[in-house]
């Protein structure tokens, strides 16, 4: 007979009680989203991309290119893609929670977690596929 595994479910204010341990947290519909900092490799990837897209932008005065950015959508999802793009008409004060509109996110995998985790439930990969904001693109390393 087969048991069912219960998984707890959390809210975006649960994300606050979690320890700031270099280690990033995220929620996907409640579920728990715990991924390692980012490598060397990664940031400077994610530095690239984002200063190409800060040039195009930014500088326009039409939009926040930032990295990482939080996308949150109250009660049960939180996510922090990888980079970050935002209308200006948000001022760099507002509360991540106010920020409702979002033109691109990016999320870096490397080739051995995009391989790994691409048929998990719950994975980075399935993250981006159901993120609740159109412009959702992942970026592999090769």
């Keep these: 007979m087969a048991m069912a595994i ?7 204010d649960d994300l606050e009680n979690f320890p700031h341990d270099g280690n990033r947290y995220e929620l996907l519909d409640g579920v728990l989203l ?19 897209l800060t040039e195009a932008l930014q500088s326009t005065g039409h939009a926040y290119v930032v990295g990482p950015g939080t996308v949150v959508r109250m009660p049960n999802t939180q996510l922090e893609p990888d980079i970050l793009v935002f209308p200006s008409r948000f001022s760099p004060e507002t509360d991540w929670r106010k ?17 790994s985790q691409s048929s998990e439930t719950g994975s980075r990969s399935t993250m981006t596929r159901s993120c609740p904001f159109p412009g959702t693109g992942n970026c592999s390393a090769r």
Excluded: C, D, F, K
């Design 34 to 52: 715990v991924t390692p900092g980012p490598a060397l490799w990664h940031q400077v990837i994610a530095s690239r991309l984002q200063g190409r």
């Design 99 to 115: 920020v409702n509109e979002h033109w691109l996110a990016v999320e870096i995998l490397s080739r051995r977690t995009a391989l």
């Design 6 to 12: 219960m998984v707890p479910h959390y809210t975006v």
